[in-house]
């Protein structure tokens, strides 16, 4: 059923016209079981996002530095966003189908990647409360939002522009966070 729905989702021009009904067709199940099994079209695209985005978690677990432990946390969270920013543009079928979907700030796949973030930070600027560390991740995810990266390659700037600037604000926005 995954492997159904990504392949749609990959294929469609809006990411909004794959229906459920579209995805049990393609998977050859009932719609009733793709209900069943994922509850929600935002649950068929959680689980789809949660079995693409397991080598990235495997990779911020036990990876090497500067994504995995050893590096310094200020360092590691830009290796982090840099890590999603490349993610979100292999997999941008299934992050525009799931960016435009109501409640993303509320899916297991935003939470783990903001409570992540958001320790990093706590990390990297130690005395820096978890009102700022938490909002401090909230804007710096923002910044990765797929329509945003395609806008911004669209209108000419290139991926390592892209990625530069990323660095550049992440790393402003620990500093913010450690002067508090």
Known sequence: MLAAADALFADA???RAVTMDAVAAAAGVGKGTLFRAFGSR????????????AAL?????????????GAP?????VAFLDALLTFKLENRHLIRAREVAPRLLQSENYKWMHGRLQNLIEDAAPGATPDRTGYAAHV???????DLIEELLANGLSLPAIR??????????IDDARRG
């Open 13 to 15: 021009d809006a990411p």
């Open 42 to 53: 935002d649950g068929l695209l959680d689980a789809l996002w949660v079995a693409k985005l």
């Open 57 to 69: 978690r495997e990779a911020v677990a036990r990876g090497e530095p500067p994504l995995g432990p």
């Open 73 to 77: 946390s200020g360092e590691r969270a």
């Open 140 to 146: 710096l995810l923002a910044a990765l939002h797929i």
């Open 164 to 173: 530069r600037a990323q660095a550049a604000h992440a790393r402003a926005v």
